[in-house]
């Protein structure tokens, strides 16, 4: 029997496998201390009630830890502490109401958003009375909040934070939220962990945006463009892909080739960036594709990962990447300040060796604008192709110049012997085996 219980700090929803939200079926919602769902094939309706009031506990922390759990939101605003998911399961949110649903995670601090104090031994240890993980994803688990309101398309589903916190999300889990992040005053969310962090809502909170850890993905139409200031850590990625121009510049902390942040994607970043360290890398596309730039750049110093997976293609962001500004490119820095990483793809976009390699002349246009480059100097670049691979080994050399307004990276073969070179080589091989016979007759 699968039972819901609210009468411990924890709350543990540990369900059979049920419909995904929004498809037909019997809707249970909890109205008691204990719920039972019989069936197999079901929908679990959050309620508000159970933890939103003013006395000492009301506020929990929710641990999912059935096989697939998919849930409707019911009431407009669902509230809870902090939400995980340890199990390696997949699980989905989704909205049905009448009004804008919600889900709340964190509290205000304030008498009337009490939070409940932890004994359940399964309660992950960095969740809990006075935590700032406000939602934590480990063990290839996975969580998406939908911002679909199956009652209106007018009143999507949104998640609010109720204080600044973190999306802790490890090694090998995913959450995504197309819902919105919206905010309770001005909190911050800072991304730590090692997993993927999906944020596809237009979010309207108005704190910062910290990429600490793992992989921060900003997609569909989704923006962080209210937020007051947006930082990747070193060890950590931004991927911006958004349809929606990035207009709060993002600021890259790396350390050198070894402790990157990195600033990737196929969007528009619509505002001057500083990069003054070689561990401010960028990577354009999702392997391959086009990192744009609108305003003029100045750059001390960054790392370029520029990868190609036809090297026989003619096409910037489909056989090979590109940073593309609509404006111009000041570098300013001296020598070792520029690296580039040339990368080899399969043709299925995955680290190996490059189809249709031919040791033939070929040069792509890594990096275009529209105004022209000043300050460059190969001698400030240095190129690493030791993850460039072919069938065949490569035996000619790259090389990296300036070709009127753009950088333009180009493999040189081993130039073949030419007739005058091998005719010689011949007359010379001839007249030293006379010789020699000359010498032996003497």
Same mark, same amino acid.
């Given at each position: 029997m699968d039972t819901?219980?609210?009468?411990?700090?924890l709350i =543990?929803l540990?369900f059979?496998a049920?419909?995904?939200?929004?498809m037909a079926?019997?809707?249970?919602?909890?109205t008691g201390?204990?719920?039972?769902l019989t069936?197999t094939?079901?929908?679990?309706?959050?309620?508000?009630?159970p933890i939103?009031?003013?006395?000492a506990g009301s506020?929990?922390?929710?641990?999912?830890?059935?096989?697939q759990?998919?849930?409707?939101q019911?009431?407009?605003?669902f509230?809870?502490?902090s939400?995980? #998911?340890?199990n390696?399961?997949?699980?989905g949110?989704?909205?049905?109401?009448t $009004?804008?649903p919600t889900?709340?995670v964190?509290?205000?601090g304030?008498?009337?958003?009490?939070?409940?104090?932890?004994? $359940?031994a399964?309660?992950p240890?960095?969740?809990g009375?006075?935590?700032?993980?406000?939602? %934590?994803?480990s063990g290839?688990?996975n969580?998406?909040i939908?911002?679909?309101?199956?009652?209106?398309?007018?009143?999507p589903?949104? #998640?609010?934070l !109720?204080?600044?916190?973190?999306?802790?999300?490890?090694?090998?889990?995913?959450l995504?939220?197309?819902?919105a992040v919206r905010q309770?005053g001005?909190?911050s969310?800072?991304?730590?962990?090692?997993?993927?962090?999906?944020? @596809?809502?237009v979010?309207?909170?108005t704190?910062?945006t910290t990429? $600490?850890g793992?992989t921060?993905v900003?997609?569909g139409s989704?923006?962080?463009?209210?937020?007051?200031a #947006?930082t990747v850590a070193?060890?950590?990625?931004?991927?911006?892909?958004?349809?929606t121009a990035?207009?709060k510049a993002?600021v890259?902390n790396?350390?050198g080739?070894?402790? !990157?942040a990195i600033?990737?994607?196929?969007g528009?970043?619509?505002?001057?960036?500083?990069?003054?360290n070689v561990g401010?890398t960028? /990577?354009?596309?999702?392997s391959?594709?086009?990192?744009s %730039? &609108?305003?003029?750049?100045?750059w001390?110093?960054?790392t370029?990962?520029?990868?190609? @997976?036809?090297?026989?293609g003619?096409?910037?962001?489909?056989d090979f990447?590109?940073?593309?500004? /609509?404006s111009s490119? +000041?570098?300013?820095?001296?020598?070792a300040?520029?690296?580039?990483?040339?990368?080899?793809?399969?043709?299925?976009n995955?680290?190996?060796?490059?189809p249709?390699?031919?040791e033939t002349?070929q040069?792509?246009t890594?990096?275009s604008?529209?105004a022209?480059?000043t300050?460059f100097?190969?001698?400030?670049w &240095?190129? +690493?192709?030791?993850?460039f691979?072919?069938? +065949?080994a490569?035996?000619?050399?790259?090389?990296? /110049?300036?070709?009127?307004n753009n950088l333009v990276l180009?493999?040189n073969?081993?130039p073949?012997?030419?007739?005058t070179?091998c005719?010689a080589?011949?007359?010379?091989?001839f007249?030293a !085996?006379?010789?020699r016979? =000359?010498?032996?007759?003497?």
């Open positions: 819901f219980s609210a009468s411990a700090a =543990a540990s059979a049920l419909t995904l939200p929004g079926g019997t809707i249970n919602t909890f201390a204990t719920d039972n069936g094939n079901e929908n679990y309706s959050l309620n508000s009630a939103n009031g003013t006395a506020y929990k922390d929710l641990l999912f830890t059935g096989p759990l998919n849930l409707l019911t009431n407009t605003n509230h809870t502490e939400i995980s #998911v340890t390696g399961s997949s699980y949110i989704a909205g049905q109401a $009004n804008a889900i709340r964190g509290s205000t304030s008498s009337s958003e009490v939070i409940a104090a932890f004994t $359940n399964n309660v240890s960095n969740v009375t006075g935590s700032q993980d406000l939602i %934590f994803l290839n688990s969580l998406s939908s911002a679909t309101n199956n009652n209106t398309t007018t009143l589903m949104t #998640v609010q !109720r204080q600044s916190g973190n999306f802790n999300i490890q090694s090998g889990s995913t995504t939220l197309d819902a309770n001005t909190q969310l800072t991304i730590t962990g090692a997993g993927l962090t999906n944020l @596809n809502g979010n309207t909170y704190g910062s990429v $600490n793992g921060l900003i997609g989704g923006s962080i463009n209210n937020s007051s #947006v070193a060890g950590a990625q931004l991927i911006y892909s958004s349809s990035l207009t993002p890259l790396g350390s080739p070894s402790s !990157r600033l990737s994607g196929s528009v970043i619509n505002t001057a960036i500083t990069l003054d401010d960028l /990577a354009p596309g999702n391959p594709g086009i990192l %730039f &609108t305003p003029a750049q100045t001390a110093a960054f370029l990962d520029w990868e190609v @997976n036809n090297f026989t003619t096409t910037a962001g489909t990447d590109q940073v593309s500004l /609509a490119l +000041n570098l300013t820095g001296g020598s300040s520029y690296l580039l990483n040339v990368l080899s793809l399969t043709g299925f995955t680290a190996g060796a490059v249709n390699f031919a002349s040069s792509w890594v990096l604008t529209a022209g480059v300050g100097d190969a001698a400030n &240095t190129l +690493n192709t030791g993850t691979t072919s069938a +065949n490569a035996t000619g050399t790259f090389s990296l /110049a300036q070709s009127g180009s493999y073969p081993v073949e012997p030419t007739g070179a005719l080589a011949t007359c010379a091989m007249l !085996r006379r010789k016979s =000359a010498s032996a007759q003497a």
